[in-house]
């Protein structure tokens, strides 16, 4: 709270005054930098790890005219459908026992969600989350019910274990250890985040989840608020990573809430690792890193160890980006 809002309500409690809670929000908005619009930032696209391909098919989206929503689909669909993307959709490496089980949520600006989790057998799992936004009066289904309800709105069963995913589980079962890989580069669950012209937000996430996990296992990736948040007002922030330190600190929620604060996306991606990092400083075995946006279109980017990159298209040009880490000289 600033200094004026302090010294206002203090005053207005003073003579027994409460200050509603709409007006209280409009003065936060006001004095927040974060919730300031900048068109020539508009539009963008962000996503976790080095996927040039979708995140071109988002920005192609974006300027046919289709909205964030429709970018944020249509981009993560791409990596999805890729054999070779070994931790999303067709080709992710499955669980213990050889099943590929996907987790994937969707968010738009009015701060709708849908969300999907433990599905089997379908492909595109951020548009079966869709539909659970769009098409039902739930956010979250899982399992035989989610699979049931993708065949219902037209989705193809298929399965999702290619012979390079089950050979690699094959060799893995010799052994049998669960131990998750701190970043597979370029094959890693996508978070997206889509500005329009307009500055107007949404959010994706899609993954086959940690590889050789539990049967039944469900990661941060599909839960709002842990491996995705959007607030069209504030900005929006997804993760990747070892969903069970994401979930514990409820990352994306936090991110948001910081820059609702005042935070820039830097400092607010930056916190997140901190609160994870806090509680077990001396632990290198995991990777967990995040990305935002505020709603002036400005970047934050912030993980535990080296490797990861986001990939952003912004101002008509793509690059692939390495932001700061945790470990950095540690
Ligand atoms: C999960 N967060 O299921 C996902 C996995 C991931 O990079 O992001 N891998 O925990």
Request: net charge negative.
């Amino acid at each position: 709270m600033n200094r004026r809002k302090f010294l206002q309500n203090t005053a207005l409690s003073g003579l027994g005054l409460t200050v509603g809670t709409s007006a209280l929000a409009k003065t936060v908005s006001e004095s927040n930098p974060n919730t300031e619009i900048n068109k020539e930032n508009y539009p963008l696209v962000i996503a976790t790890w080095n996927v040039p391909n979708a995140v071109s098919k988002a920005w192609q989206t974006l300027q046919s005219g289709k909205s964030a929503l429709d970018a944020i689909e249509k981009g993560c669909n791409v990596e999805e459908e890729d054999p070779n993307n070994s931790s999303v959709g067709y080709g992710g490496l499955p669980d213990r026992d050889g099943r590929v089980t996907l987790d994937a949520c969707i968010m738009d600006e009015k701060g709708n969600y849908g969300s999907v989790v433990f599905l089997q057998n379908i492909v595109n799992a951020i548009s079966v989350a869709r539909k659970v936004m769009e098409e039902t009066p739930h956010v979250l289904m899982a399992g035989d019910g989610a699979e049931q309800f993708a065949v219902s709105q037209g989705f193809k069963r298929q399965n999702l274990l290619t012979e390079k995913s089950k050979q690699a589980w094959q060799e893995w079962l010799k052994k049998s250890e669960y131990k998750p890989v701190i970043n597979i580069e370029n094959h890693d669950t996508i978070g997206m985040l889509a500005m329009d012209k307009d500055g107007t937000l949404s959010g994706g996430c899609t993954t086959s989840g940690l590889a050789y996990k539990m049967h039944g296992r469900v990661g941060d990736s599909p839960i709002i608020g842990s491996g995705l948040f959007v607030d069209n007002e504030v900005g929006a922030a997804t993760a990747t990573g070892v969903g069970e330190e994401v979930l514990k600190t409820v990352g994306s929620f936090l991110i948001v809430e910081l820059m609702r604060q005042g935070k820039s996306p830097q400092q607010a991606c930056e916190e997140a690792v901190d609160r994870i990092m806090k509680k077990q400083p001396d632990r290198r075995d995991f990777q967990v890193a995040y990305i935002a946006v505020n709603k002036k279109g400005e970047i934050g980017s912030y993980s535990i160890h080296e490797g990861f990159s986001y990939t952003i298209y912004q101002n008509g040009e793509m690059k692939n980006i390495k932001p700061g880490f945790w470990f950095d000289g540690k």
